[in-house]
């Protein structure tokens, strides 16, 4: 049986997964692939942790060079993370003609331009399922499964971290604080969370499902980004008496000559499959001109799901070596040198449905007040909830409204103006709502 | 730009599809595929009816034979459904060494390892991905994405027609004749629905799922099957009191040595994903050992879904011509020849829980009666409904039983039993519960 060498660099927790499954795995894969998957070298910094999987001594090294320098190794697996050392490795293995699989969604959102280009001009393959859904079949699916196809919006739940958190609030009606501190607990959520909650993990994510899906080019800075850690239990009742759940969406959508694109918490129909995406699970919602809607579900992070989309690019991979070829399917679905910038479209351009919470003082022409703004700013109102006269602590009480398309522009102008009056007390939270558009 | 011709033969719904796919996505196809895709010919027996794309008249033709004795033609597109001539037509252009796209399920299910192996041994591909699920990338996610994986079980709704009777006799409480006749109407069902709603053809797309699933070979004569004609307004009302909706299920379950595969409505909780499947769409649910939990959802039939899922084969056969290769990946993801026999365990055996609902004479003891005979049949009764004393026309009212996990021989026997008891009027209901294993 023909055997094909592989370095791994990075042995965390990803890392561990991906030689657990080889070793675990070593039959299925060989009688599907034909061929023997050898891990020779494994390269880490930290040798003394302990793992949760037993490993030859002689394997485990501290210098990733070797692997690089190994003219026997041509699948090189990158889990380290972070931009460097990961990007100089990758880059040198590209050019030492290795073929390379990695999950970093960092990397590749911030240098795919440079990797993609080096590994044309190299002919060597990289494979990076694991960088965007964890075990979702996203990235095959965009540029195989529906390459016949314009992709007229993605929208996914795309943090599972986030998603965790939201889906506790919203079940269990716990605060923001507790279910963070539990997730961190649970080994899930990192010491510093702000890369999950504030939408930083998301948005290399988004860059990467976005290059995919309209063959272009994407500026990270340019993606608007909310996180979800305003998001409080008030919000989360209201929603549900407007019959949505509040889920941590990334939206790309094409318009004309832009592509939008946005990451915020959003008020989603209780019916809509991403609404019953629960826990730390992800999903993708694809629209499309011909196969209409795709919806994919699954573990978008852990040890063993994340193994399994690294792993099913190492045999892609390796059944093109078998028959003796490479660059099959172009990195991102077209040759580099015809892949264009996107131009986004500004937030300030967005039209969309909104969903405020004002916070005033119970007085008479309040309500007057406040639609009167909107209304000069071209917002119309579509329901209104004030319900009982509890006050808060800042002797507010809430009034919940939800509007009928409206311009982003519009929207934070109007928030400006309502948020300065005598009557309200605090910042008035908006979160955005999607009914029709991703259906 | 490199030119590839393909042959048509079948220009009903899909070939349709097909055509105006190939001709709006043509920009698209080229960038990505970096040649050319000429449809050639198009056979069909009938030619006058008109279709709904213009194709230019030299085009189109009586005879198959002149697509399969083209030496032009390199791909082979099937789509006109049936055993024969499809089959012979489909191997005449295997031996020609041309490579075949096809939708054909009842084919690939009957006929599967005569022409999975003649294309092994004339090494050409069989691209099936529109077979099973239209345009959800099932096919291509079981051998591609999760090659790393044990399979534990694939359950899912696989027929759009059945899926659209249950979802809107429980939408909006209409009976089962009105709805089938609506989707008569509406033209999706065929005019004789027994192979949707009978599940012969779930069965076939489960034949092919499980084939991929666990490498192996099974008998369609096999496969328990039960349709949805049985179901009625009352069951559909209990399920909801119950916490659960009733779909049109496709289940295969590992088990130790056997496959457990088995077609019929089946009670799952309202929050599972699939119980949010409506409409006429499929959806597959797949648990395994790394992977842990994928869904996909899409559009199971359709002109362009299923088109879309033709031309992505095409485009992945063209992929690999272009590299001047074949069978990158075998048809049934592993070698014919190390292809064993599926053991399907036998529905005697197989464990599950249970909706019975049976239409009795309201009269002192028959609750006795009727939890007796389960009792001595070894199942255990996990809840009772006993509603009201409404009377049907038969002087019967309904008493609801669900079970825990019994053995299906007991409850055939149990229910042999009971409905010979002079206190029942009418044939007790039957149907299967998922609780947990799905998950």
Redesign the interface.
């Known amino acids: 049986m023909k055997k094909i060498y592989v370095g791994l660099i990075g042995f965390g927790t990803i890392g561990t997964?991906v030689v657990k499954?080889l070793q675990?795995?070593s039959q299925?894969?060989e009688?599907?692939?034909?061929a023997r998957l050898i891990l020779k070298k494994i390269a880490d910094v930290d040798l003394t942790t302990p793992r949760d999987v037993s490993v030859e001594k002689g394997l485990l090294i501290k210098d990733a060079n070797e692997i690089l320098n190994d003219p026997e190794i041509s699948i090189v697996i990158e889990l380290m993370g972070g931009y460097e050392p990961a990007r100089s490795f990758i880059l040198e293995a590209i050019r030492k003609k290795k073929h390379v699989v990695t999950a970093n969604k960092a990397l590749l959102a911030t240098y795919g331009n440079e990797i993609f280009k080096t590994a044309e001009e190299e002919g060597v393959d990289i494979g990076f399922?694991a960088s965007v859904g964890g075990?979702?079949?996203i990235i095959?699916?965009l540029k195989?499964?529906?390459?016949?196809?314009?992709i007229k919006s993605v929208s996914g739940i795309m943090n599972g971290t986030s998603n965790y958190i939201l889906t506790k609030m919203t079940d269990e009606g716990e605060i923001f604080d507790a279910v963070l501190k539990e997730a961190q607990d649970l080994g899930f959520a990192e010491a510093d969370p702000s890369f999950d909650i504030e939408g930083i993990d998301t948005a290399h994510k988004l860059a990467i499902t976005l290059s995919l899906s309209y063959?272009k080019r994407v500026k990270l800075d340019d993606i608007f980004i909310k996180g979800i850690s305003e998001i409080s239990q008030k919000d989360i009742e209201f929603a549900k008496d407007l019959g949505y759940k509040i889920k941590p969406l990334a939206i790309a959508i094409q318009r004309e000559d832009f592509i939008e694109a946005r990451i915020h918490p959003t008020m989603i129909p209780f019916?809509h499959?991403l609404a019953?995406v629960?826990g730390n699970?992800n999903?993708f919602h694809i629209t499309?001109?011909?196969?209409?809607?795709?919806?994919?579900?699954?573990?978008g992070s852990?040890m063993?799901?994340t193994?399994?989309?690294v792993?099913?690019d190492l045999?892609?991979i390796s059944?093109?070596m078998l028959?003796?070829?490479a660059r099959?399917?172009?990195s991102r679905?077209?040759?580099e040198d015809?892949i264009e910038d996107i131009k986004l479209m500004p937030m300030d351009d967005i039209v969309t449905n909104y969903y405020f919470r004002f916070s005033v003082i119970d007085r008479p022409g309040v309500l007057s007040k406040i639609s009167g703004i909107l209304g000069e700013n071209n917002i119309s109102i579509a329901s209104v909830i004030q319900k009982g006269r509890k006050h808060d602590n800042a002797g507010a009480v809430p009034i919940v409204m939800t509007t009928h398309e409206s311009k982003e522009k519009n929207v934070q102008k109007a928030l400006k103006e309502i948020d300065r009056l005598e009557i309200v007390r605090g910042k008035t939270i908006l979160v955005r709502i999607e009914d029709e558009k991703l259906k």
Chains 1, 2 share one sequence.
């Open positions: 997964g499954l675990n795995s299925i894969i009688k599907r692939l034909g399922e075990t979702i079949p095959k699916t195989e499964g529906l390459v016949a196809n314009r063959g019916d499959l019953n629960n699970f999903a499309c001109d011909a196969a209409d809607s795709v919806f994919l579900y699954g573990q852990g063993m799901p193994a399994s989309a792993v099913s045999v892609d059944r093109n028959k003796g070829i099959r399917v172009p679905s077209r040759r015809i």
